[in-house]
């Protein structure tokens, strides 16, 4: 069945950076637009980046561009997230998701990323 797991969530201070991972398994990673979303306390989920099939495009919200960079290894069947110049702001349940033409079927369980000092 299919199958997304995150990783590499932690407790990080202001300015500093993590590097989340999406395991996934299950289906052909590589012909899949993948995405990774976050909600924050209190808040919404809210899309903040994603990257098609093929050479590997990348799309990212206003308020992660510069500081995250997300891609993939087909050859793993994992996706991953640099995120740098962490803020306070960035303090949310991360998660990754299998892309539809239109939407989303399969999402991972999430990861705790905590910016704090």
């Known amino acids: 069945q299919v199958q997304l797991v995150e990783s590499g969530g932690g407790l990080v201070q202001p300015g500093g950076s993590l590097r989340l991972s999406c395991a996934a398994s299950?289906?052909?990673?590589?012909?899949?637009?993948i995405y990774w979303f976050r909600q924050a306390p209190g808040k919404g989920l809210e899309w903040f980046s994603n990257?098609?099939?093929?050479?590997?495009?990348?799309y990212y919200a206003d308020f992660v561009k510069g500081r995250f960079t997300i891609s993939r290894d087909n050859a793993k069947n994992t996706l991953y997230l640099q995120m740098n110049s962490l803020k306070s702001e960035d303090t949310a349940v991360y998660y990754c998701?299998?892309?539809?033409?239109?939407?989303?079927?399969?999402w991972g369980q999430g990861t705790q990323v905590t910016v704090s000092s």
């Open positions: 990257i098609n099939t093929g050479v590997g495009s990348t």
């Open positions: 299950g289906f052909t990673f590589s012909s899949y637009w």
């Open positions: 998701a299998k892309g539809l033409k239109y939407g989303y079927d399969y």
